[in-house]
């Protein structure tokens, strides 16, 4: 006992999670600034967060509460799809953060030995999300190399050719890591494309209101469709920890193979996580997009600060927090890089190889206010001007 040997295989075999490295990476570094993390800086709007104090004393929240959600959360949940989503047939259930919606959904939809597929680069804690659960035949799908959208029609030959067809095709849209938003029309035939396979289609729209330059975001809905949503990054309310799922009413059992789920893990999320979701819901999405529009200013400054890596080098920046830059050619370890950035220039980011696309880097522009990632900035195109004249100096 106490061995390797007697621990699970498929969490041996789940990736390390990046985050947790890039955090010990960062704490070891003194005055280092990040641009890692999927965050924002901006706190839940303080309305909100005084209705929550005052809730503090009401003793339902330190109970259990529906395993699906408060039902007055619930409700509203139901008519923002509406209203917002144009989703109409669609039944809800609240977790515990997006990320627990997804690995609801996986143990839901998933046998062990099932085929999946997702797109390069892609979201690494749901390529964790797979392994763990014992779906390892993931097959990984190309991105247009000039946009990074997901490449249709490799999806389409691989999901006739592919026997039986994967259980489940997902995308984040917009994109965690690439920062690009899949098009309507795109969007519209990948679920076209799942339903006549027979295959589900999860997509996260945990960035649904980080649109700019006059993007807008949309959904699609189905009986193959399922809808993941979070209040994490939109109210400032990563640690509250509250997402939802919305799936197809009308696809028969899901709904209690969830519950099953749900009750196993979470029991419910958070009451007065809840409570402040749904008070954040009353502010209201012009709330979010005030905040959301500053952070195209933080986008300018990181797209400069990445301009030593030449014109064509960054894509990203339509959608979500996110720039996708890549590496020159000589510098494709980009782990050894990500350390190299930090030890030396004190400013961190993320491999992509933790996103299935060596030889890249992830850079985050929503968790630092406007002079931060100015600071942050110029330390990244110092460190990048360094790389690319001289290398890793040490």
């Not at 600034?33 to 309305?47: I, M, T």
Request: net charge negative; proline share 6%; glycine share 8%.
């Amino acid at each position: 006992m106490g061995s390797f040997s007697n621990l699970a295989r498929r969490a041996l075999e789940t990736e390390t999670p990046v985050m947790v490295q890039i955090q010990a990476l960062f704490r070891s570094v003194k005055d280092a600034k990040s641009l890692a993390q999927g965050v924002v800086y901006w706190q839940p709007p303080k309305q909100a967060l005084d209705k929550a104090k005052e809730l503090v004393w009401d003793p339902r929240v330190s109970r259990y509460g529906a395993d699906e959600g408060i039902p007055e959360l619930r409700e509203a949940l139901i008519e923002k799809l509406s209203r917002e989503n144009k989703l109409y047939k669609s039944s809800v259930m609240v977790t515990a953060g997006a990320n627990q919606a997804f690995v609801n959904l996986v143990l839901a939809l998933c046998d062990a030995g099932d085929s999946v597929v997702m797109f390069a680069p892609y979201y690494f804690n749901a390529y964790m999300s797979f392994q763990m659960t014992g779906v390892t035949n993931i097959l990984v799908g190309p991105g247009d190399p000039g946009t990074l959208y997901p490449d249709a029609d490799w999806l389409e030959k691989t999901l006739k050719e592919t026997k039986p067809p994967p259980k489940v095709v997902t995308v984040v849209n917009p994109g965690n890591p690439s920062g690009t938003y899949i098009p309507e029309a795109l969007l519209k035939r990948i679920s076209d494309i799942c339903g006549d396979a027979g295959s589900w289609l999860i997509v996260d729209n945990t960035y649904e209101y980080f649109m700019y330059d006059g993007r807008k975001h949309t959904c699609v809905e189905g009986n193959h469709v399922v809808n993941i949503f979070s209040f994490s990054k939109a109210y400032g309310m990563m640690g509250w920890r509250v997402g939802y799922i919305a799936y197809p009413s009308e696809a028969k059992g899901l709904g209690a193979q969830l519950l099953k789920i749900q009750d196993n893990i979470p029991i419910c999320a958070s009451i007065i996580s809840q409570h402040l979701a749904l008070c954040s819901l009353e502010v209201g999405r012009e709330w979010v997009t005030e905040q959301v529009e500053d952070l195209v200013k933080n986008r300018t400054l990181l797209l400069e600060a990445l301009s030593p890596l030449g014109e064509d080098a960054v894509k990203g920046g339509e959608g979500a927090i996110y720039l996708w830059a890549k590496l020159p050619v000589q510098h494709q370890n980009d782990f050894e890089v990500v350390h190299w950035l930090a030890r030396r220039h004190k400013v961190v980011v993320i491999p992509g190889s933790a996103c299935g696309c060596p030889g890249h880097l992830r850079i985050s522009f929503g968790g630092l206010p406007e002079a931060e990632t100015a600071a942050a900035g110029e330390r990244l195109r110092k460190g990048l001007e360094e790389l690319v004249k001289d290398g890793m100096v040490q």
